[in-house]
C-alpha cells in the first residue's frame, strides 16, 4: 500500500465511506493519499495584548457591571493562568518584555516612550516575530506598539510583514481631558499630535477623539483580514490593543451598553474583538492548529479611578512591582490541545512566550542571552508540569523591587505610588498619588495573596535563598537600589 502527500478523500468523505474506500484500495493494492497537511502544519499563533487591563477585569477573573461572554468560553474551551506576571508594570518596558524573552531591563527598554523619544527596540534583538520568520510564518502586528516610533524602530524593521496602529499611548496628544480648557498651541507644547501609522507610513497625523472611537474596530477588522488571507499558510498575529489605557473611547456599537459605565463599554468592546478572531478561526477551520494567548501589559492606572480596572484581591496597580501592577489575568486557548476548563497556578510571564513558540514550531533560539524558558508543559497541562524559573525577578526602572520565588514574593526596600485606599478620579481626570515605602518584606501568596503580612521572620531559609538569588540577577542585570552595574546589560537602539 503506497503512501502520498497529496490529500484527495478526507475532505469529501464521511467516515463509513472513508473507511470504505481505504478498505477497497488495501485489497486492490491502490495508493492512499493521506492528509498530511495539518499534521505537517506549524500551528498559527496569536497574541492579544491588552494595554492597562487588571486582574479583574474580564469575567472569568472576576469582572463586575459587565459581561465578556467570549472571553467567557475561551476560558471554558482554554486554560486560564492565574499567576501571570509581565517583567515590569509600565507599556514599553512590558511589551519589550514579550516581544524579546528578555527582561526589559536587560534589553535597555524602559517606562514608557514618549514622541520625544530617541531610542527603541535594538535592531539585533530578536523579536517573537522574527523567529516566527525563520519558519516562513506570515506575520502582523494591528494596534498600540510602543517600541519606539522611529522608522528603524517600527514592527516592519522587526519580523513583521503588516502594521497598523499608534506608536505610542493614546494619551500622548493634545486632547487629554486634562488640557482641554488650553489653546491648542498650549496644548501642542506638551504633546504634539498623535499619528496613526501603516506599514512604516504616517496615513493620519492628526487624529482626533473620532478617529480613537474606531481603533478597536479596525484592529479587529485587520485581525480577521489577515487570519482569512494567511488560512492556508502558518503566521503569528499580534493584536496589542490601545484600550484599556486612557482616555477611553468606544464605538457607536458599546456605547452605554454596560453598568459600569465608559469603562465597561470599552471592555465590552475588547471582548467582542476577541470573538471575532475566535470566530474567524473557527470559520477557517483553523481553530485545532492556531495558540492564542490573551493578557494583558500591565495592572490598573488606579489614579484614574471609574476610568481604570480593578485589581481584585491585588495590592495596588500600574507602576508598582505588587502584584495589582505585574500580575496580569491570562488565557490561553487552542482546542483539543490545551485542556478546556482547566487552570494553571505555576507562576509563568511573558518572557517565557517567545522560547515556548521557538520550540512548537521548531525555531533556534537567538545567539545571545535571553531570559524566558519553554512553558508549553505548563500550557498543555501535563500532570506534574513545574514552571522552568527557579524565581522571576520584578524590576521597576532599574530597580530590583521584587521577586517571585514558587509561592514567595520578597520586596527589597523601595519607594512606590500609591492611593492609600483612596478612590481616584472621575470623568478621565485623575488625582494625585501619594508616595510609600516598604522595608524587606516576605509574602506567601498561597495564603495571602494581597501581600498583607511580611513572613520574613518565620522562614529565614527562604529569605536566604531568595537574597542569594537576587545577588545574582544584580550581578547580571544591575541594581540602582544596591548600586550595582550589571554585566548582562544590552543597549537600546538609538538614532
Known amino acids: 500500500m503506497k503512501l502520498t502527500n497529496a490529500y484527495h478523500l478526507a475532505g469529501s468523505l464521511c467516515p463509513l465511506k472513508l473507511a470504505l474506500k481505504i478498505f477497497i484500495l488495501f485489497l486492490t493494492g491502490g495508493s492512499i493519499l493521506i492528509p498530511t497537511h495539518a499534521a505537517q502544519r506549524s500551528p498559527n499563533v496569536v497574541v492579544i495584548f491588552m494595554d492597562d487591563m487588571a486582574y479583574a477585569d474580564i469575567g472569568p477573573f472576576g469582572a463586575k457591571g459587565y459581561e465578556t461572554p467570549h472571553l467567557d468560553q475561551m476560558a471554558k474551551e482554554g486554560r486560564m493562568f492565574t499567576d501571570f506576571y509581565v517583567t515590569q508594570a509600565v507599556c514599553s518596558a512590558s511589551r519589550a518584555g514579550l516581544l524579546t524573552g528578555c527582561y526589559n531591563v536587560r534589553v535597555g527598554i524602559m517606562g514608557a516612550l514618549g514622541p520625544g523619544a530617541k531610542h527603541g527596540i535594538h535592531e539585533n534583538e530578536i523579536t517573537l516575530a522574527e523567529i516566527c520568520k525563520q519558519k516562513g510564518y506570515a506575520t502582523a502586528a494591528y494596534g498600540k506598539w510602543h517600541l519606539g516610533h522611529h522608522k528603524k524602530f517600527l514592527p516592519m524593521q522587526h519580523g513583521f510583514d503588516d502594521y497598523f496602529g499608534l506608536p505610542y499611548s493614546n494619551d500622548m496628544w493634545p486632547y487629554h481631558p486634562g488640557v482641554r480648557h488650553l489653546s491648542m498651541e498650549e496644548r501642542l507644547k506638551r504633546w504634539p499630535h498623535l499619528p496613526l501609522i501603516e506599514k512604516n507610513a504616517t496615513i ?22 489577515f487570519i482569512e488571507r494567511n488560512k492556508d499558510q502558518p503566521f503569528f498575529l499580534y493584536v496589542p490593543h490601545s484600550m ?5 473611547y468606544v464605538s457607536e456599537k458599546f456605547k452605554g451598553k454596560s453598568k459600569r459605565g465608559l469603562f465597561g463599554d470599552v471592555m465590552m468592546e475588547v ?3 476577541v470573538g471575532q478572531i475566535l470566530q474567524a478561526l473557527r470559520k477557517n477551520q483553523l481553530e485545532k492548529n492556531t495558540l492564542v494567548i490573551f493578557t494583558s501589559d500591565n495592572g490598573p492606572w488606579l489614579s484614574y479611578g471609574d ?51 521557538s520550540n512548537l514550531i521548531g525555531a533556534q533560539l537567538p545567539n ?32 530590583l523591587q521584587a521577586m517571585r520565588m514558587g509561592k514567595w514574593k520578597l520586596h527589597f526596600p523601595h519607594r512606590y505610588r500609591t492611593m492609600a485606599g483612596r478612590p481616584g478620579g472621575t470623568g478621565g481626570i485623575p488625582t494625585d498619588y501619594s508616595q510609600d515605602k516598604i522595608g524587606l518584606a516576605l509574602f506567601d501568596l498561597s495564603s495571602d495573596i494581597g501581600e498583607t503580612m511580611d513572613v520574613k521572620d518565620d522562614y529565614p531559609g527562604v529569605l536566604k535563598k531568595m537574597q542569594a538569588l537576587a545577588d545574582n540577577m544584580r550581578t547580571d542585570l544591575g541594581d540602582s537600589l544596591t548600586k550595582v552595574d550589571g554585566v548582562g546589560l544590552r543597549a537600546p537602539g538609538k538614532l
Not at 484599556?244 to 477611553?248: D, E, F, N, T
Not at 484581591?313 to 482546542?335: Q, Y
Not at 524566558?372 to 530597580?399: H, N, T, V, W
Open 368 to 399: 545571545h542571552k535571553i531570559d524566558g524558558k519553554d512553558i508549553l508543559p505548563l500550557l498543555k497541562g501535563i500532570p506534574g508540569a513545574a514552571s522552568p524559573q527557579e524565581a522571576y525577578f520584578m524590576y521597576y526602572g532599574r530597580e
Open 204 to 225: 493620519n497625523s492628526k487624529v482626533t477623539p473620532k478617529d480613537q472611537e474606531q481603533l478597536t474596530t479596525q484592529y479587529t477588522e485587520r485581525a480577521v483580514k
Open 244 to 248: 484599556v489605557h486612557v482616555p477611553l
Open 271 to 273: 471582548d467582542w474583538s
Open 307 to 357: 476610568h481604570a480596572g480593578s485589581a481584585g484581591p491585588l495590592r495596588e496597580g500600574k507602576g508598582t512591582m505588587f502584584e495589582g501592577g505585574c500580575r496580569e489575568s491570562a488565557i490561553v486557548w487552542w482546542p483539543g490541545t490545551i485542556p478546556a476548563g482547566t487552570i494553571c497556578k505555576e507562576p509563568a510571564m511573558t518572557i517565557d512566550i517567545l522560547p515556548t513558540v
